[in-house]
């Protein structure tokens, strides 16, 4: 550790690590309180297409977690991002609770396909319309490509296949604008004035959360809560900077080890 830099930011995932949809991790407030009173950057980050930010803030204030709107970074916003910047006008599949975040984007006659998690939309008609415009040589965008998420009734399908599908049956590749990109976990420190080896991540999805993060140069702690499964610690390398139980332990680990005056 002596070759880090002092700790100065702490990213932390939301639905899988301080919350799985409408119930809070147990001990999640209290243990985000104590990381606050800690001489740490606090940022959120998320590649939930499942709602707005302002759909998903308001669970988390129903869940009595203090965030604030400008903490909170998501692969909605650097989809949206990305789709201004290329100046396309996207086919938009994903859920329609995330549609607020794409507000004012341009999207009659598409020219390129954006793909998150959206249930109800993928089905024969609107996959094969989005696998059209592809062949056309319209760009695919994929939100995220998760392979699974955790939800109340147990693990459930991501984006991932969907996206994998696309690309298969066009033989393109698709531009991944959310965990595990670097891109992503750059702009999410972006503003806070630290570099990756000043940052850890904590997080439930071995390869999108610790993977992506260690790949840029920060730490990552895994926690068994979300979508973990026995054993995932082993599916990167190099493995996770730490594995344990949920959200409060990691940020028992934080105060006690990496805001020391032995970093």
């Known amino acids: 550790m002596a070759a880090r830099r002092a700790l100065k930011a702490v990213l932390v995932d939301l639905n899988g690590t301080l919350h799985i949809e409408d119930a809070a991790v147990p001990g999640a407030q209290e ?13 959120f980050v998320t590649n939930t297409t499942k709602e707005s930010k302002q759909d998903l803030l308001d669970r988390l204030k129903k869940l ?27 086919m938009l599949l994903v859920d329609d609770r995330a549609l607020p975040d794409f507000k004012g984007i341009q999207t009659s006659d598409p020219n390129a396909v954006v793909i998150g998690l959206a249930p109800e939309h993928f089905h024969y008609q609107i996959l094969n319309q989005a696998f059209r415009l592809l062949l056309d040589g319209a760009p695919l965008i994929a939100i995220h490509k998760a392979r699974y998420y955790k939800r109340k009734d147990g693990l459930a399908l991501g984006p991932g296949p969907f996206v994998t599908a696309l690309e298969y049956a066009t033989d393109t590749k698709a531009t991944v604008v959310g965990k595990p990109e670097k891109t992503f976990f750059l702009e999410a420190l972006r503003g806070t004035g630290c570099e990756p080896e ?10 999108d959360d610790v993977g992506g993060a260690q790949n840029v140069g920060m730490l990552g702690i895994l926690v068994k809560t979300g979508k973990y499964r026995a054993a995932d610690e082993e599916k990167i390398n190099p493995p996770p ?3 344990c139980e949920s959200f409060p332990h990691a940020v028992d680990h934080i105060l006690q080890h990496l805001l020391s005056s032995s970093v």
Not at 71 to 89: D, G, H, M, P, Y
Not at 198 to 207: H, L, N
């Open 31 to 43: 243990a985000l309180k104590r990381l606050r009173g800690a001489s740490v950057i606090v940022r």
């Open 64 to 90: 009595e977690f203090d965030i604030s709107e400008d903490e909170i970074f998501t692969s909605l916003t650097a989809a949206r991002n990305l789709v201004e910047q290329k100046q396309v006008r996207p």
């Open 198 to 207: 000043e940052a850890i991540m904590i997080g439930d999805d071995c390869r």
């Open 241 to 243: 900077y730490l594995t």
